[in-house]
C-alpha cells in the first residue's frame, strides 16, 4: 500500500490519502501516521471527522440533492470504515489529530 501511495503522491483520492497513514499506523510508524493522517485532514477533513465520530448514518444518494462531501465521508466509513475499527488505537490517533488542530466532530 505504502509503495502504490508513493507512486501517486500527487493523487488526492480518499483512499490513498487515509490509507496511507492507516498503513504506517499499521507498521508501527505513528509519528508517520500522524503527519500522513494531518495531510489527509487538510485535504478532506469530512472523512476524518465521519471516522472519530461513535456512530454512522448512512448516506441518501436517492435524494435528488444530496451533500456530496458529507456523503463521500459515509461511502468511505462504509468502504475502509471497517480496517480503521480492526486496527487498535486508529480511530483513536484519528481523534487525536482532530482535537489537536481544533477541528469539532
Known amino acids: 500500500m505504502l509503495a502504490f501511495c508513493e507512486r501517486h503522491h500527487d493523487d488526492y483520492d480518499s483512499d490513498l490519502l487515509y490509507g496511507r497513514a492507516l498503513a504506517l499506523y499499521q507498521l508501527g510508524r505513528k509519528s508517520d501516521a500522524a503527519a500522513a493522517l494531518e495531510g489527509a485532514i487538510r485535504r478532506q477533513p469530512s472523512i476524518a471527522k465521519e471516522l472519530a465520530k461513535q456512530t454512522h448514518r448512512t448516506a441518501r444518494d436517492?435524494?435528488?440533492r444530496y451533500n456530496r462531501i458529507a456523503d463521500e465521508a459515509i461511502f468511505y466509513w462504509r468502504e475502509a470504515g471497517e480496517f480503521w475499527s480492526k486496527t487498535r488505537g486508529?480511530?483513536?490517533?484519528?481523534?487525536?489529530?482532530?482535537?489537536?488542530?481544533d477541528l469539532h466532530v
Request: charge should be positive; avoid cysteine.
Open 62 to 64: 436517492d435524494r435528488p
Open 90 to 101: 486508529a480511530l483513536a490517533l484519528v481523534r487525536r489529530v482532530l482535537r489537536e488542530r
